[in-house]
């Protein structure tokens, strides 16, 4: 293939526009009339792989005439011949399969910026040009996918999706039809690949809103009814999910409102009440509630997660003594969380998401969860020596803390008996990944899976990778310091030329990425920001009284920071510094 780029990058470089043309006429004529449905060998399928190289596929103008009609013979192929193509797909380089997809990608784009046409006939031909671009990705996905990621899932995202096609409509057209595979309609639903973190996150707005506003409307038909129902007492239906807790047992509260809810309850507008307190829920109460809440059933002193020091990352503890109902609220809070556009500082493992969206977990998860543990794993695979045995000297069990004991699980039937060799280790390391992630949790994630869905479950799941799916729960890490200064609001006397707040910005973006980060933490509960980008982290400064000894506070749950009226650039940074380190995972005012 390397010889076959180097032949088109010289025939790329002919001045000659007549040859050009006549090589381009020869092909759309006489190659791809010729092309079958199922060629006589293998060789013959090679044209397929050597014409992508040709120049003339970077213009994604010639979609109708070279682009479309090309990828259309190929989707056209026997099963047997595309089969072939995945073989081939996979032991390629990984630049040539990256290729096709930013040819058909650049189709898409190309197709999506032409100005709108009332010409039947051309409506038509860029439909049919949309479709076939975007099944052949579809293809090139499947394979991506089946081959553990040729290249990065994100590879496949177009952008301009969500700018140029209103796909909050394209949504609810798609849940609405039956048969979503119809070219009759053609749905970008159909091929959630394209779609980015931002324009999933639209999807799932959509969603939930379509859902709340069912959930809403249902409540008011309710109430409406019983106003006409004689002699019969209704209370009346509240159109919002409201949960009154106390700040001194917010866990039991919780879990008491929660069972008292009907499952269609879960589907409406969430509202936070603290007994006691006069506060309206605009979005901050309930960005206080999720992060003194998972604080709470996070503590060891409930037992039911367990904190891997080394990754500071949480897991279900095999050991609980916790009633599955605390897991199945947790599971329900955390879809709460994402319905409700509120980001939680859940400290979870991508095999977490893996397990929500049914996807298979891989030692790789174990790596991220206990790189101690993924470490002897990796090590087992890597030795290739003769004398394995002798020197790993493992039979399939494990030893596992289990209630104060080290006790002995084996991994299969007399697995205390079946020696660890190179023949099987990559059996022991399978039954291994299953037994840490799933089966001596299976209780503990069943309830919170069961829990999660009953928020989040439908069609929009589907749509999401594991790692989407992490960040609309925690967020990301695509920061943008720069923005996030941009989009700061000043209170009272403070404004963007005051003194005080320019020695802020000065030492804060003085400041390390890691120090940044604490900061973040300090001002919104979370180390991280939202699928939107930093557009969507709004901060406000106000003045703060005391003098220049005093900290700087933050009131976590409105992003509001008070910021005394400090002289010295020095004393701003120690203060700063200072408060940004005594934090406990909250920063909470």
Request: with cysteine; proline share 5%.
């Amino acid at each position: 293939m390397n010889a076959v780029r180097t032949f088109f990058q010289d025939l790329a470089k002919i001045s000659n526009v007549e040859i050009i043309q006549k090589i381009s006429l020869a092909i759309e004529q006489s190659l791809y009339p010729s092309l079958p449905q199922s060629p006589p060998d293998v060789e013959a399928l090679r044209i397929y792989l050597i014409l992508h190289e040709f120049h003339l596929f970077d213009q994604p103008k010639l979609y109708s005439s070279i682009i479309c009609p090309f990828a259309k013979s190929l989707l056209s192929l026997s099963k047997v011949a595309l089969n072939v193509f995945n073989s081939w797909w996979q032991i390629n380089q990984p630049s040539f399969f990256n290729r096709l997809i930013v040819i058909y990608k650049s189709c898409i784009e190309f197709l999506l910026q032409l100005p709108d046409t009332t010409n039947h006939l051309e409506v038509s031909k860029r439909q049919e040009g949309l479709f076939i671009s975007m099944e052949m990705l579809r293809k090139l996905n499947e394979v991506n996918e089946a081959h553990n990621q040729i290249i990065p899932y994100h590879k496949f995202y177009v952008p301009e999706l969500k700018d140029r096609v209103n796909i909050r409509d394209d949504y609810i057209s798609w849940v609405q039809r039956t048969n979503r595979l119809s070219q009759t309609g053609l749905y970008f639903c159909n091929y959630p690949f394209l779609f980015d973190g931002a324009a999933k996150s639209v999807l799932l707005q959509t969603d939930a809103a379509l859902q709340m506003q069912n959930a809403i409307e249902s409540a008011h038909r309710i109430n409406l009814i019983s106003c006409f129902t004689p002699m019969q007492i209704f209370d009346p239906v509240n159109p919002c999910l409201i949960l009154k807790v106390s700040r001194n047992t917010i866990v039991q509260d919780t879990l008491n409102e929660l069972h008292s809810k009907h499952s269609a309850d879960l589907k409406k507008p969430l509202k936070v009440i603290f007994l006691g307190e006069e506060a309206v829920d605009e979005g901050g109460v309930r960005k206080e509630f999720f992060m003194l809440l998972l604080r709470e059933v996070l503590d060891p002193k409930y037992g039911m997660f367990k904190l891997h020091e080394e990754s500071n990352l949480q897991w279900f503890n095999p050991s609980t003594f916790e009633d599955p109902n605390m897991f199945h609220m947790i599971g329900i809070l955390c879809g709460l969380a994402i319905y409700n556009f509120t980001i939680i500082n859940l400290q979870f493992p991508l095999a977490l998401y893996k397990k929500l969206l049914k996807k298979p977990v891989t030692v790789d998860d174990v790596k991220e969860l206990d790189p101690g543990v993924g470490k002897g794993l990796q090590d087992l695979l890597d030795y290739d020596g003769d004398d394995f045995e002798a020197v790993f000297n493992l039979s399939f069990e494990i030893m596992q803390e289990q209630f104060g004991e080290i006790k002995s699980v084996e991994l299969c039937t007399d697995g205390k008996n079946k020696l660890v060799n190179q023949t099987n280790k990559h059996e022991y390391i399978n039954l291994y990944v299953d037994y840490l992630l799933n089966k001596s949790v299976e209780v503990q994630f069943k309830a919170f899976s069961e829990g999660f869905h009953s928020v989040c479950g439908g069609n929009v799941l589907d749509l999401f990778h594991p790692q989407e799916l992490q960040a609309m729960v925690v967020g990301n890490e695509d920061y943008d310091f720069t923005e996030f200064e941009k989009n700061t609001d000043y209170k009272n006397d403070y404004h963007k030329y005051h003194p005080t707040i320019k020695m802020f910005w000065e030492v804060f973006h003085e400041m390390s990425l890691e120090d940044k980060k604490k900061f973040l933490l300090f001002l919104t509960g979370s180390d991280r920001i939202p699928v939107f980008g930093m557009k969507n982290v709004k901060m406000t400064i106000q003045p703060a009284g005391g003098g220049e000894k005093f900290l700087p506070v933050a009131h976590t749950c409105f992003n509001l920071l008070d910021l005394p009226r400090y002289t010295v650039k020095s004393t701003l940074r120690e203060k700063l510094l200072l408060a940004i380190q005594q934090t406990e995972g909250f920063g909470l005012v």
